[in-house]
Every structure is written in C-alpha cells, then in structure tokens.
C-alpha cells in the first residue's frame, strides 16, 4: 500500500495533494478568520462532508486527528486550500492509502479560547459514536 503525505509547511508531496504551503519563517499569523458571515456556510460543508466520509477522530487540546474514507481526498484537498487561506494560524497535514485519507489540524496555544468552536465542525455530530 503505498502512502502519501502533506503537510503545509512543506512541498506538496504528489500530484494529487494540493498546496497550500506557508514558509516556515513568516510571522505567527493573528488568531482570526477571515470568513465573517461565510462561517456558517462553510462549518456546514465541513459537517457534511464528515456525515458522509467521516470514519474516525481523535481530539487532544490543540490537536485534531481525523481519518476519512478515499473518496474524501478531493473534497479534503479543496477544504484546506481554503481553510489554510481563511485560517492561516492553523497546520494542516494530510496523509493518504488507498483507502483512507488522515487530516491532522493544529493549532496555536494562542488559539486556545476559540479552537473548540473550529474543530467541533470537523466533527460531524453523527451516530457512529465519534465525538
């Protein structure tokens, strides 16, 4: 089974992850998004997207472990294209097989009063008993 990863700190790793690098020496990016009114819509795309392909999670404080289904990798591309554009403070590393796909998200300590509300819609609230 040959395995793919990314993280955003780095080069793209394959055709097939997308890019979204940052150079490791920019300053800490402040703790906003830039979303606004567009959090909404965007927190309800993630949850469907995790109805639909979420197979497991793992929470630590500023640390979120997730895994997928295959047919996620695309979506998951997009998603972090654009989570890494409207979050720059958080990391976003991914690894793919040929059957699943892990997205780790962390954050900043800085981050800590408002981390819970971004990753609980990662989470999809669903009865596979993930949480």
Known sequence: METNSENIATDTCCSTC?????????????????L?????KRAENIEALGQRALLASQREPLRLQLTYSKDALSTLQNLVAKEAECCPFLDFAWQHSEDKVDLTITAPKSAEAIIDELFDSFVAKI???IA
Do not use: H
Not at 18 to 34: F, Q, V
Not at 36 to 40: E, L, V
């Open 18 to 34: 997308g890019s979204a690098a940052r150079d490791n020496i920019e300053p800490t990016p402040a703790i906003a998004c830039s």
């Open 36 to 40: 606004g009114n567009g959090f909404k």
């Open 127 to 129: 009865d596979r008993g």
